[in-house]
């Protein structure tokens, strides 16, 4: 007899990891799944499964990748503390986000997304964001 089940979604994954971390709260779509940050200087974690591929999001920033497998693992680093995000700001509005990833003890920045156009005559700040969901990996 064969089996006739579909392949499991990169959001079903998700969903079934998550449910041994029942203090995250999660959002989902039909095509999307984001964890909200527990603490207000986290980060929103998203994935977003279009076309065969998936683009994985922190706050502003994002990757594209081709295979799930890539994606799930990209997804579970942004939950990490392994993982941070430097945010750029111009008064109140970021638009610029690198992340970081911890190796002997250092932060060495990983990838960056930028916007543009943003108001560059207000005040720069510069912040990091991190989650505290699963421990270094």
């Keep these: 007899m064969t089996s006739t089940a ?3 979604s990169a959001i079903e994954a998700i969903r079934e990891k998550l449910q041994r971390y029942p203090q995250l709260r999660a959002e989902e779509t039909a095509t999307a799944i984001t964890v909200e940050p527990q603490q207000s200087d ?3 974690v998203r994935l977003d499964e279009h076309g065969g591929g998936y683009t994985v999001s922190f706050a502003g920033w994002h990757e594209e990748f081709d295979t799930e497998f890539e994606a ?9 503390e392994s993982c941070r995000l430097r945010v750029l700001s111009r008064g109140s509005f970021d638009y610029h986000w690198t992340v970081q990833h911890l190796r002997d003890g250092a932060w060495h920045d990983d990838s960056e997304t930028g916007l543009l156009f943003f ?4 005040r720069r700040r510069e912040r990091y964001l991190q989650n505290h969901v699963t421990p270094v990996i």
């Design 6 to 8: 579909q392949p499991r």
């Design 72 to 80: 799930l693992n990209c997804f579970a680093f942004g939950l990490s």
């Design 119 to 122: 108001p560059f005559w207000l």
């Design 42 to 44: 986290g980060f929103p």
